[in-house]
């Protein structure tokens, strides 16, 4: 059974890579990781905020983006807040390279373009094999256009990739206009992958306080449809990698996003929910339902269930959504 695939150049044994998550700080999970069956691991990120040369100029910074929300700058994490300094982050990068010999793919969280770009070649220099690029931006300027957004999103891709010879992957959420153009125009201005989609973490309100609260709600198995749809939209339309985070939990889940037409599937919550160890269930579980429909490779699958490969082309656009909501018949049981 070959279960191998390829993602950003770089031939994984599987498609499972552990995404971005707290789990890869301590690099005793990395080696559990590796030992699981992970056939890659992004670090978790280092944010732009850190790489700002002074406090100035962050800001700055912080300010242009939230103009009309200042108080809300006290919210910010204070530069010690943050998880590693940027120079331990490097040193981190160093010694997971040490220790695994699967691909580490560092993370760098940004928002805006700028000097702090130039921070990709010291990571490119640590040793990792690659540079996900996750690009967070929450948009509350009403002033700002659809394509003044994308605008920025694509010269931080610029600039990141002209620093460095390592594969960059870009981490996006799915909210944009037209996502099949912009990925278009994110391959062009050098996105070797594409890493489908940043969950957007919405504020709560506490109603003790009286405050609003940031918390993570764990992604729930059905996040997954929203990656399932646009990498079936995608596949064979552009010439970046496609990696599928969100609602990752099962050997069910990769084997679709696979026929959809990823080339890699990225766990985190199934992790901090069930343990690393799970991955050795997904990856047993994917070659079990391979074996039994009689498929060889990864390869043979990938894709196959795509918008270009499937027999209903229509499956994934509005034909579809009509047909689903005609066609739903109310549980017998249900109420009236
Ligand atoms: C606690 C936690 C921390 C995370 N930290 C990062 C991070 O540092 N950088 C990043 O790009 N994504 C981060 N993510 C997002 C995950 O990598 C992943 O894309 C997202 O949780 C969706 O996948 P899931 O449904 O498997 O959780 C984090 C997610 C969680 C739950």
């Given at each position: 059974?070959?279960?191998?695939?390829?993602?950003?150049?770089?031939?994984?044994?599987?498609?499972?890579?552990?995404?971005?998550?707290?789990?890869?700080?301590?690099?005793?999970?990395?080696?559990?990781m590796?030992?699981?069956?992970?056939?890659?691991?992004?670090?978790?990120?280092?944010?732009?905020?850190?790489?700002?040369?002074?406090?100035?100029?962050?800001?700055?910074?912080?300010?242009?983006?939230?103009?009309?929300?200042?108080?809300?700058?006290?919210?910010?994490?204070?530069p010690?807040?943050?998880?590693?300094?940027?120079?331990?982050?490097?040193?981190?990068?160093?010694?997971?390279?040490?220790?695994?010999?699967?691909?580490?793919?560092?993370?760098?969280?940004?928002?805006?373009?700028?000097?702090w770009?130039?921070?990709?070649?010291?990571?490119?220099?640590?040793?990792?094999?690659a540079?996900?690029?996750?690009?967070?931006?929450?948009?509350?300027?009403?002033k700002?256009?659809?394509?003044?957004?994308?605008?920025?999103?694509?010269?931080?891709?610029?600039?990141?990739?002209?620093?460095?010879?390592?594969?960059?992957?870009?981490?996006?959420?799915?909210?944009?206009?037209?996502?099949?153009?912009?990925?278009a125009?994110?391959?062009?201005?050098?996105?070797?992958?594409?890493?489908?989609?940043?969950?957007?973490?919405?504020?709560?309100?506490?109603?003790e306080?009286?405050?609003?609260?940031?918390?993570?709600?764990?992604?729930?198995?059905?996040?997954?449809?929203?990656?399932?749809?646009?990498?079936?939209?995608?596949?064979?339309?552009?010439?970046?990698?496609?990696?599928?985070?969100?609602?990752?939990?099962?050997?069910?889940?990769?084997?679709?996003l696979?026929l959809?037409?990823?080339?890699a599937?990225?766990?985190?919550?199934?992790?901090?929910?069930?343990?690393?160890?799970?991955?050795?269930?997904?990856?047993?579980?994917?070659?079990?339902?391979?074996?039994?429909?009689?498929?060889?490779?990864?390869?043979?699958?990938?894709?196959?269930?795509?918008q270009?490969?499937?027999?209903n082309?229509?499956?994934?656009?509005?034909?579809?959504?009509?047909?689903?909501?005609?066609?739903?018949r109310?549980?017998?049981?249900?109420?009236?």
């Amino acid at each position: 059974m070959d279960l191998t695939t390829t993602y950003l150049g770089l031939k994984l044994r599987t498609p499972l890579v552990c995404s971005a998550s707290p789990l890869s700080q301590q690099l005793d999970n990395i080696k559990r990781m590796e030992d699981a069956g992970a056939s890659a691991v992004v670090l978790y990120s280092l944010f732009e905020e850190q790489l700002l040369r002074d406090r100035l100029d962050v800001e700055e910074s912080l300010e242009r983006g939230t103009s009309s929300f200042a108080e809300s700058l006290s919210y910010f994490p204070e530069p010690e807040e943050f998880n590693l300094e940027p120079q331990e982050y490097l040193a981190h990068v160093e010694r997971a390279k040490r220790s695994v010999g699967i691909p580490v793919i560092a993370s760098l969280n940004a928002c805006s373009s700028g000097g702090w770009t130039k921070y990709a070649r010291d990571i490119e220099v640590a040793g990792a094999d690659a540079i996900e690029l996750n690009i967070y931006n929450i948009p509350a300027d009403a002033k700002q256009t659809a394509a003044d957004i994308e605008g920025k999103y694509l010269q931080i891709v610029r600039d990141v990739s002209a620093e460095v010879k390592i594969p960059v992957a870009v981490k996006l959420s799915p909210f944009f206009t037209n996502f099949a153009n912009f990925a278009a125009r994110l391959d062009e201005a050098g996105a070797d992958g594409l890493v489908l989609f940043n969950r957007f973490y919405q504020p709560d309100i506490d109603l003790e306080t009286l405050e609003i609260t940031p918390n993570i709600v764990p992604s729930s198995p059905s996040a997954l449809r929203l990656p399932l749809r646009w990498i079936a939209l995608l596949f064979g339309h552009t010439d970046a990698s496609l990696a599928a985070t969100s609602g990752v939990y099962s050997g069910a889940d990769v084997l679709k996003l696979l026929l959809a037409g990823a080339d890699a599937t990225m766990l985190c919550a199934v992790l901090l929910r069930d343990g690393i160890r799970q991955i050795r269930t997904i990856e047993r579980d994917l070659a079990a339902w391979m074996e039994k429909c009689k498929f060889e490779s990864v390869g043979q699958l990938k894709g196959s269930l795509s918008q270009i490969n499937c027999a209903n082309p229509s499956a994934f656009e509005r034909a579809q959504y009509m047909r689903a909501l005609t066609g739903y018949r109310q549980a017998s049981a249900g109420p009236p």
